[in-house]
């Protein structure tokens, strides 16, 4: 079952499709389109020229720029020179770039013309290499993409990172407010890809995958980017997700002939508000799969009657190189459960105070052991030793099995809300809301939706008579947030319920909700 001929090196599977498929397309956007056999001479231009510029073994390369066939190239060219990959939400706000910044220590950014003004601010009060430009034009002390990969370099890339090196690093937001670097390796990534996507969604060299999925993201990392790439597929990269695009590509557009299409429960709900119940003609497509939050049974059975197609939901992080458990397209299907663990990883719920094995239908925290788990967390010895315990990675999310070990996700020991596929931490977000004018005291919670599957929610204790301008405090987030991660909505309290401790009672505050 385990498809080992994927478990291999950027620079191995590069040379295996550079021989085998040089003319077949890899990836592909609105403005540029780029085979396997210029795959590989691009990277190999990209990460020589990388070098030339100083970057050592274990340096870290930031990306910083919307969704393009160029971030799927620099993924795949970094690791040639044994340097880490590091991608940041092209919608982050300046404080959280500045802060990705700072804590990689990136050498080198990448960047598209949107975003270089921010960038260029920051580069001058960091240590960088260099500041390289894609799709415009480049100004004095910088670097043109165009230029570097249109042009041999004076040395090959060293192709020096071993199976489990660290490749790319990740950012996801802590309980402690600060985002924090997740190490992913060769071997885990692919491995995910050799367990899951070939195995079980049957991703294959005859596939053609339309995404949407934000390329920082682990689970399009691990899917659109290295899943295509291993199995020798082609990708068209949409900059971002439009119900009328995804359609029209799906029913017979300039990619009439897209097998596979992942999304996040968002994108299927958006989906069938726009085709109702009288369907989609899609030729082609054979699958469509679903992660990054909980996917109802009723959306799946809607949309597999309107589409035709199955729909496959699945639970991954990106502590574990995306996916832990998938529901396969032939055989027994749990509908509103998100499968079975995959083949050769092994999981276990536990009680959380005891560290107990739960039985069957009784709610524990999942454990996750396996070589897709991460190594760890960059600078953050503290952090890891909390989730990495005898060779287990500790979720943190809560979980029921059913006597035929179809795994259904009940809710979080972490306070996360996932919205659309994003995921908020609420204490982020009170640091960001606590500096506010009129703001005495602060605490989120996350309220259901029925399209975004939760978003969030703010209540706040004023800091004095006059009355709260809510817009002025929601702008003020707006400075230092990306926008997903601002509340939705204010709710004025007297006063924030905590423990004796500290901490904050959400349950009650969501108890005010109604919830």
């Known amino acids: 079952m385990l498809r080992t001929e994927y478990i291999a090196t950027v620079a191995e599977l590069m040379a295996v499709h550079e021989a085998a498929r040089p003319e077949r397309i890899a990836f592909a956007d609105d403005d540029r389109t780029i085979t396997y056999g210029a795959l590989a001479r691009t990277t190999a231009r990209l990460a020589g020229h990388m070098q030339e510029l100083g970057i050592e073994p274990g340096d870290r390369v930031l990306l910083h720029l ?47 013309p949107e975003r270089l003004p921010v960038v260029r ?36 890339p060293r192709d020096c990172l071993g199976l489990d090196d660290v490749a ?106 726009r085709v109702g119940d009288r369907g989609l003609e899609a030729p082609a497509l054979r699958l469509c799969v679903s992660a990054g939050a909980i996917l109802a049974a009723s959306v799946t059975e809607r949309f ?22 998938m529901n396969w397209p032939t055989g027994t299907r749990v509908m509103g459960s998100c499968g079975l663990p995959l083949p050769g990883l092994t999981v276990r719920l536990v009680d959380p105070g005891t560290g107990t094995d739960v039985g069957h239908g009784e709610e524990g925290e999942l454990w996750v052991q396996g070589p897709n788990v991460t190594p760890g967390y960059h600078d953050l010895p503290e952090a890891t030793a909390a989730v990495l315990v005898d060779g287990w990675y500790r979720t943190g999310d809560l979980g029921r099995r059913d006597t035929h070990g179809y795994l259904r996700i009940s809710g979080r020991t972490k306070e996360l809300i996932i919205r659309g596929g994003e995921n908020i931490y609420p204490a982020e977000v009170e640091e960001a809301l606590a500096g506010a004018v009129g703001v005495q005291d602060v605490a989120v919670v996350g309220v259901p939706h029925p399209q975004l599957g939760e ?36 709710v004025e309290c007297r006063t924030i319920p905590r423990t004796g401790s500290g901490k904050i009672l959400r349950f009650r505050l969501r108890q005010q909700l109604g919830g």
Not at 123 to 148: K, P, W
Not at 459 to 486: I, M, N, Q, T
């Open 66 to 112: 919307d969704n393009r066939v160029e971030v799927a190239e620099s993924y795949l060219a970094i690791p040639r020179t044994g340097a880490v990959a590091v991608c940041a939400n092209p919608q982050a706000a300046p404080a959280e770039v500045a802060h990705i910044l700072a804590d990689s220590g990136a050498r080198i950014v990448v960047t598209d």
């Open 121 to 156: 601010e920051l580069a001058a009060g960091a240590d960088l290499l260099a500041v390289i430009v894609v799709g415009g034009a480049a100004a004095a002390g910088e670097l043109g993409y165009a230029d570097l990969v249109g042009a041999d370099a004076a040395q090959p």
């Open 168 to 273: 790319w690093m990740l950012y996801t937001s802590g309980t402690t407010g600060r985002p924090k670097g997740v190490y992913l390796t060769q071997r885990g990534c692919f491995w995910v890809v050799a367990a899951c996507w070939a195995p079980i969604a049957g991703l294959g060299p005859d596939d053609v995958v339309l995404s949407a999925l934000p390329l920082f993201h682990s689970y399009a990392l691990v899917l659109c980017v290295l899943g295509v790439f291993a199995v020798g597929a082609s990708e068209r990269i949409l900059p971002r997700f439009s119900v009328s695009d995804v359609a029209a590509r799906l029913s017979g557009g300039p990619e009439g002939d897209v097998t596979v299409f992942p999304g996040v429960p968002t994108m299927f709900h958006y989906l069938l508000d």
């Open 304 to 325: 597999e009657a309107a589409f035709g197609v199955p729909l496959l939901d699945g639970y991954g992080i990106t502590e574990t190189s995306t996916m832990v458990t």
């Open 455 to 490: 978003v969030p929610v703010a209540f706040v204790v004023p800091a004095g008579p006059e009355p709260l301008d809510h817009a002025a405090v929601l702008d003020s987030a707006r400075g230092r947030l990306s926008s997903f991660k601002v509340p939705d909505r204010l």
